[in-house]
């Protein structure tokens, strides 16, 4: 079992992670040391197909530990992180009369990681709140961190609350039956954070991917050894996002330095810009982000930042990391446009992440860029 501690200096809250295998089963005990005493009930939010596969366990061990616990199922997908399941959460709990000492735990991906952190973060103005991620992304990133939030009309995320939980149970045996596409899509993430990260997670992350391709995941869960560099890879991982998270929690605006929260969106422009030029219907975000850090490095070569060795690794690793769909009739115009849309913009001016070398990101002004060399450059990653 692999632990990491998340300290936050503005709050001093403090939680941990656990990371293993089979743990499950004992995820009363583990709430248990994660609450306070005075905690009674737990509403658990999940979706069927994750609640139908690992829900019974987790009531039951709950239960076993003395809670009363209620289960609340929401619909499975993006379109349902929105206000209408939040109200619909919230109603939920008053109806089992929970109270400020009583607790909401996630048990799924990022979208319902994402949702019960909003209403844990919104109802009685913020009750306590503890994640057990079951999608690779949610694993490493969603569920660490605090960002909590559901999509509105008017953008995705758009509306949310930093709502830390008090204590993460990662049970890497759930990935077994993760889709190949949610695999893909949470790997370019692991990727992401080892190229911003340094070259020990960049090259861990590269080796795993060579050892065990995400086509063939299941099979290896009964091998020792799969699993143990599994549990730590993702061990690796977690202790990346937390360190980042310890020292910006809330990502200061101000912050231009290579530590700054704002590193973790490295390929995320072109990728909100494909998701959304695609109406969210062709990506998972992982896999748009899989595009969005090769844009993001060949801008960086193109403008002489970056070494054309490094980005045929980052290249090399991203296909490992298994089959994206395909981008060469996106139009490049269309993609533009959405940049002007990011949400990290500041004060109307895009930042962009961008890459010295694996472990250097660099916070780049758009207004440093020339509009018709981002354009050429855009055009031609598109046409590859
Ligand atoms: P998701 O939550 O939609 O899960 C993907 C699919 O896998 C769903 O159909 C889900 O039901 C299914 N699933 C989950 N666990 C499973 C399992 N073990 N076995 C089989 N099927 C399983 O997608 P995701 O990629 O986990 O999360 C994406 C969301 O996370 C987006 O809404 C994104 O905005 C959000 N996000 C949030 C943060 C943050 O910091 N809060 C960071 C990154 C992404
Ligand atoms: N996923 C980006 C962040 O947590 O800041």
């Not at 743990?23 to 005075?38: P, V």
């Not at 109200?87 to 400020?100: D, G």
């Not at 009583?102 to 844990?120: H, K, P, R």
């Amino acid at each position: 079992m692999e632990k990491v501690t998340v300290k936050l200096n503005q709050t001093s809250h403090t939680y941990n992670i656990k990371i293993g295998n089979n743990l499950l089963k004992a995820s009363g005990d583990w709430a248990r040391m994660c609450l306070s005493q005075k905690t009674k009930k737990i509403a658990v939010v999940s979706n069927r197909k994750v609640f139908g596969l690992y829900g019974e366990a987790v009531k039951k061990s709950f239960e076993k530990s003395g809670f009363e616990s209620h289960v609340f199922l929401m619909k499975d997908g993006e379109k349902y992180k929105n206000f209408h399941t939040l109200e619909e959460a919230v109603k939920f709990f008053t109806e089992k009369k929970l109270t400020r000492t009583d607790t909401v735990v996630a048990l799924g991906g990022g979208v319902v990681g994402d949702l019960a952190g909003f209403a844990s973060a919104v109802f009685l103005r913020g009750i306590s709140f503890l994640q057990i991620p079951t999608t690779l992304l949610a694993m490493i990133d969603s569920s660490v961190g605090g960002k909590t939030g559901v999509n509105t009309k008017f953008g995705k995320n758009l509306m949310g609350a930093f709502h830390q939980p008090n204590g993460v149970l990662i049970d890497v045996e759930t990935l077994q039956t993760l889709p190949r596409r949610e695999l893909t899509a949470g790997f370019c993430e692991a990727i992401k954070q080892g190229a911003i990260a340094d070259k020990k997670l960049f090259n861990q992350t590269a080796e795993f991917l060579e050892n065990y391709s995400p086509n063939r995941f299941k099979n290896y869960f009964k091998d020792e050894k799969f699993l143990s560099e599994l549990g730590k890879l993702i061990a690796a991982q977690v202790a990346f996002k937390a360190k980042i998270v310890m020292q910006d929690e809330k990502e200061n605006t101000e912050r231009v330095d290579s530590k700054s929260r704002k590193i973790l969106n490295f390929g995320h422009t072109l990728a909100h810009a494909l998701e959304k030029v695609t109406d969210y219907k062709r990506f998972k975000h992982g896999e748009a982000v899989g595009y969005g850090i090769l844009f993001a490095a060949e801008l960086s070569k193109r403008l002489d930042i970056l070494d054309e060795n490094e980005l045929n690794l980052l290249e090399n690793v991203v296909g490992r990391a298994g089959a994206l769909p395909e981008n060469c009739d996106i139009n490049s115009r269309e993609v533009l446009e959405a940049f002007a849309f990011d949400k990290k913009s500041i004060n109307d001016s895009l930042q962009w992440i961008l890459l010295e070398s694996i472990g250097k990101p660099l916070i780049y002004k758009n207004k440093n860029i020339p509009q018709t060399f981002l354009e050429t450059t855009l055009k031609e990653f598109l046409r590859k």
